[in-house]
């Protein structure tokens, strides 16, 4: 089945800790995308990669970043310098930019 | 003003109700999705549209481009139908996804 996965579903981080999120997809997808979700606001781009080792920063990419070595993965590594790291993180992937986005399940993280 | 507004912000229905969730945006687009997020926190795309309309089952989606505004219809609504909502626009000066803060929708038997 093709589709994207995130892992793991719940992680909890002590403050000051780098922790990094894990996306992949096996779509062929060229274009993969983070997003972080906070409640009663919009999901908010943090990254965007159009193609293999080639990503651009988003609306809120203080305190993130990725890398883009291989087509089906995109992590995203959360710094000890993201001042409100605690939100609900979700992966995506197109064809190209500008098509219809495909979701991985996200992932839950709360900093203590 | 956020660039992208949904109405209502929540909506409770019966089963069986017909069901309107508006959006309208603000910037100007090359096309407009339609989201919907359940309780577990996935997204699955219902459409993409650019113009006129579009059906899936129970679910319609329509956009008027000159009035900036786009509906999503739920017809003969269900509980497994409660979810957020969400609507997005490719559009600003950017042309990536810019998402409204959705719609919360709760069908009661």
């Known amino acids: 089945d093709g589709g994207i996965t995130q892992s793991p579903k719940y992680l909890f981080r002590k403050e000051g800790q780098n922790v990094t999120l894990s996306c992949e997809q096996n779509l062929n997808h060229d274009a993969m995308y983070w997003y972080r979700q906070d409640p009663g606001q919009g999901l908010r781009l943090i990254y965007y990669?159009?193609?293999?080792?080639?990503?651009q920063k988003g609306d809120i990419a203080e305190g993130y970043s990725v890398s883009r070595e291989k087509k089906e993965s995109f992590p995203l590594t959360v710094t000890s310098a993201q001042k409100n790291p605690t939100a609900f993180y979700l992966c995506?992937?197109?064809?190209?930019?500008?098509?219809?986005?495909?979701f991985g399940p996200g992932t839950r993280l709360l900093v203590l | 003003k956020n660039e992208v507004e949904q109405s209502p912000q929540n909506l409770t229905a019966q089963e069986g109700e017909f069901i309107t969730i508006n959006c309208s945006y603000s910037v100007g687009i090359s096309a407009l999705h339609w989201l919907q997020q359940h309780p577990g926190g996935g997204i699955v795309s219902l459409f993409m549209l650019s113009s006129g309309k579009k059906k899936h089952g129970r679910l319609i989606a329509t956009i008027n481009i000159q009035e900036k505004h786009s509906s999503l219809h739920i017809t003969a609504s269900h509980p497994r139908d409660s979810a957020v909502y969400i609507c997005a626009v490719h559009g600003g000066a950017t042309n990536k996804l810019i998402f409204g803060t959705g719609t919360l929708l709760a069908v009661q038997p």
């Open positions: 990669s159009q193609i293999v080792n080639d990503f």
């Open positions: 995506a992937s197109s064809i190209m930019t500008q098509e219809t986005q495909y």
